[in-house]
């Protein structure tokens, strides 16, 4: 984990981001009443927000978190931001690994699917990270999951070699129809696609990063400096 000092500090999209609470709940600023109780719950059980993208309305000055309720709620997705002086603590997104060692109740199926997958992973230098339904029940300890729930995986590859490697891991796990995958690749340039986009081989693609959502080529996207 990090202790961010100052406000230029970069928080990654979807990395875990904890506050000093209830400090934090005198300066965030939300849509309503409704979203404010839902977050000082979460918060006041210790538990981390997600930074995200920027969205119109934002302010350069504050950082962008996220929350997702559980299934059972009618708005599932909650905006808000807060200075960075209230941040606690950041952390990346949490690892497939560690997941799977919490033993948070899965489908049917699905742990022997994970465990060889992350282990296939491994054996290509690839950490995969969670986001999704499958991170926030490890965090929340409360159902998120679904039977046709998709598993949301993060990969960054250090190698143009390692990404493509990665691709083909997920898509034949993908094409076993055990679990559903979904997620994003990270490029080293801090920009994200999501990898089945990225299989699919289109001329352009959506790109998400801290700025926000655009579309760009898929050309320009592999052209990685740090890959070349």
Not at 96 to 111: H, K, R, V
Not at 131 to 149: H, K, R
Not at 164 to 184: F, I, P, Q, S, T
Request: hydrophobic share 45%; proline share 5%.
């Amino acid at each position: 984990m990090i202790a961010p000092q100052s406000s230029s500090f970069v928080y990654k999209r979807h990395s875990r981001v904890w506050l000093n609470w209830p400090e934090a709940a005198e300066r965030m600023h939300v849509q309503d009443g409704v979203q404010a109780a839902a977050i000082h719950q979460h918060a006041a059980r210790g538990l981390p927000f997600v930074a995200r993208s920027r969205q119109p309305g934002d302010r350069l000055d504050m950082v962008q978190l996220g929350l997702r309720l559980p299934r059972t709620t009618d708005q599932r997705s909650l905006a808000f931001c807060v200075p960075a002086s209230v941040v606690r603590e950041a952390s990346d997104a949490m690892t497939l690994s560690e997941a799977l060692l919490q033993q948070t109740p899965l489908p049917a199926g699905w742990y022997d699917t994970l465990i060889h997958l992350q282990t296939d992973a491994a054996k290509l230098g690839l950490t995969l990270r969670i986001y999704g339904s499958l991170a926030w029940q490890c965090v929340t300890g409360t159902p998120y999951l679904a039977d046709n729930s998709d598993v949301d995986l993060l990969l960054a590859p250090a190698t143009l070699e390692q990404a493509h490697a990665g691709l083909r891991l997920l898509d034949a796990v993908e094409k076993e129809g055990r679990v559903r995958l979904d997620g994003e690749m990270i490029f080293p340039d801090g920009r994200a696609v999501a990898w089945k986009e990225l299989l699919a081989n289109t001329r352009l693609v959506m790109v998400k990063s801290n700025e926000g959502v655009a579309l760009a080529t898929l050309e320009s996207v592999w052209k990685q400096s740090a890959w070349h």
